[in-house]
């Protein structure tokens, strides 16, 4: 208790960054590097007061419609940003923060909770039937990504200004709107699943962390009003994020692929990723896996093709899910990987070592590539 409470206090901290933000964009007239920086933390604090009003609006509405409204804005201030970097024509820092989220819950957020959890635990258990089905799910985005990539790269072995690469241009665009109605059904499925015909699996993770007793902390008018105000600033934040992500990663040495796969992916997820590990030094592995992979199925069943289909109305141009090659590669690993320790049911600290290390290499390959 006294860490959560530690870890809260250290976000209503960082909530200082709003107004640091506001006066350096709007009177010190800041480089955009600054604001974009000054930005980043600022919405970190801001993230975890949505998931925190999430949860208290969660608790009034009951375990079935809580959980639906935790499915849905579990991953609301990733949205945000997403939608801004979507309107201003951004479309590789998009996807870059799409993979970034992916794989920074099932390497980065699930190895920490493995190794912390593990350090204080000989081995911790989870249901594995849930964990299965979930990485299952992982596997089917990663296919949703692969396969428009696939029919990219033939366009481009294919010789330019052919019949065959006009029309497998053509078809990239359709198949990623195609495959993005798939992977929204899948994920409608995969809560009916969770939520209603099966949810004994995951009676573990159904109330939280086990720790909230007795009547809500927040009235409802309270939790609904202190989620609208969050999200307001957060899309203000974000909007301050986005314009200077290009210049940031210049003057930083970095591309934009590794901003949004590390950077981007890590402020939206701050808040979320601390509950997991908090919750998995507590041995409740079962909530931490649900976090970690959940996360990342909302990231890649529910929020890619949502964005494929904002982008018809609000971006300068649609996007696909066409994504690079290391991009497409991070993702299949990273899904592999988690399958394989999900197969056991249970995690002891080694594991997770090995998992921040596929995520440190593929920080590394993402650091390094070309511009």
């Not at 024509?89 to 959890?117: E, P, Q, R, Y």
């Not at 596997?139 to 990504?145: E, K, N, R, T």
């Amino acid at each position: 208790m006294a860490l959560k409470l530690k870890a809260d206090q250290v976000l209503l901290l960082l909530l200082v960054f709003v107004p640091i933000t506001l006066v350096l964009e709007y009177v010190v007239h800041a480089s955009a590097t600054t604001l974009f920086l000054t930005s980043a933390v600022a919405i970190v604090p801001l993230a975890g007061i949505m998931g925190k009003s999430t949860e208290m609006l969660a608790e009034h509405v009951g375990a079935g419609l809580g959980g639906l409204l935790n499915a849905t804005f579990g991953n609301a201030a990733e949205l945000i940003i997403a939608i801004f970097a979507l309107r201003a024509g951004l479309h590789d820092l998009v996807k870059a923060s799409l993979t970034g989220s992916i794989i920074g819950n099932i390497l980065l957020i699930f190895g920490l909770s493995a190794l912390l959890g593990g350090l204080k635990f000989r081995k911790q258990v989870f249901n594995r039937t849930a964990a299965k089905l979930g990485s299952t799910l992982l596997l089917l985005s990663a296919v949703g990504l692969v396969i428009p990539s696939l029919l990219h790269f033939l366009r481009d072995g294919a010789e330019s200004g052919t019949a065959a690469a006009t029309a497998v241009e053509a078809g990239s665009g359709s198949l990623s709107l195609e495959i993005s109605v798939v992977l929204i059904v899948c994920y409608v499925l995969s809560l009916v699943f969770a939520l209603r015909t099966h949810a004994d699996l995951y009676q573990g993770t159904a109330h939280g962390d086990g720790e909230t007793h007795g009547a809500p902390a927040w009235s409802k008018g309270k939790s609904f009003a202190v989620l609208v105000g969050a999200a307001a600033v957060v899309g203000w934040m974000s909007e301050i994020l986005v314009g200077g992500a290009e210049e940031a990663a210049h003057s930083l040495g970095m591309t934009e692929v590794f901003v949004g796969v590390i950077v981007v992916a890590l402020v939206g997820n701050a808040a979320e990723h601390s509950t997991a590990v908090l919750v998995a030094l507590r041995n409740k592995m079962d909530l931490s896996i649900q976090i970690a992979v959940g996360s990342s199925l909302q990231i890649a069943l529910l929020i890619a093709p949502l964005l494929v289909f904002l982008s018809y109305a609000i971006g300068p141009a649609p996007i696909d899910l066409v994504f690079s090659p290391l991009e497409v590669v991070a993702v299949a690993v990273s899904v592999l990987v988690v399958g394989q320790i999900a197969d056991d049911g249970q995690t002891h600290w080694m594991e997770g070592v090995l998992l921040l290390a596929v995520y440190v290499v593929l920080g590394l390959a993402f650091f390094n590539l070309p511009g």
